[in-house]
């Protein structure tokens, strides 16, 4: 999911710039001709917190978000403001993370952790991130029995189809086979001559 982004404010005074460019890792310089993404991974303790960004509910924990990094960014070494966010568990606990920059130097792969206040209701969210996590593992389960039984299928059509091209070559062979011969069997002296059409 992408993020509107706020507007790019620079870190440092343009001269602190000027040096701070020089010094940028190589992999944010091989970037600078690629629309680059900043990604934003939030997890929270325990798992299965809702996630909001601008008070937008995104998914849940563990959640992975991509924002645009800017050319700014890329090129001129510029910090990122990154919008606050917040995780909301089922049992109505809360935690907030702040604004956050993110710099060049930083990279492009972060992590944020919320961590459930101590406020009664946490065996309602260890419970809810159990459920979670069970699903999960069934989901996987189906999926790879779906798969399975996609290949299971794939095998059994191509078996059909190359029983089907085997009957249909035999076939031609048979047909081959029985067409009419006109055999012509002429005598000239002690010499007989047989040919067959």
């Not at 035999?170 to 011969?181: D, I, L, N, W």
């Amino acid at each position: 999911m992408t993020l509107n982004r706020r507007p790019l404010r620079p870190a440092l005074p343009a001269a602190a710039g000027t040096a701070l460019r020089r010094t940028l890792p190589a992999a944010v310089v091989l970037l600078a001709g690629c629309a680059a993404q900043i990604q934003l991974t939030y997890l929270s303790d325990p798992p299965g917190a809702t996630l909001y960004r601008q008070g937008v509910p995104v998914g849940l924990t563990p959640q992975v978000v991509s924002f645009p990094a800017g050319e700014a960014f890329e090129k001129g070494g510029q910090c990122v403001t990154i919008p606050a966010a917040s995780a909301k568990w089922a049992s109505g606990a809360q935690a907030a993370l702040p604004d956050q920059q993110i710099c060049p130097p930083q990279g492009l792969a972060h992590r944020f952790l919320f961590v459930r206040p101590d406020v009664p209701g946490r065996d309602i969210d260890v419970h809810f991130a159990i459920e979670l996590d069970r699903n999960r593992i069934m989901q996987e389960q189906a999926d790879a029995a779906r798969r399975a039984a996609d290949a299971q299928r794939q095998r059994a059509e191509n078996e059909r189809r190359r029983l089907e091209e085997d009957r249909r070559r035999q076939a031609e062979a048979a047909r081959q086979a029985a067409k009419p011969t006109t055999c012509t069997t002429t005598t000239q002296g002690n010499t007989t001559t047989t040919t067959c059409r």
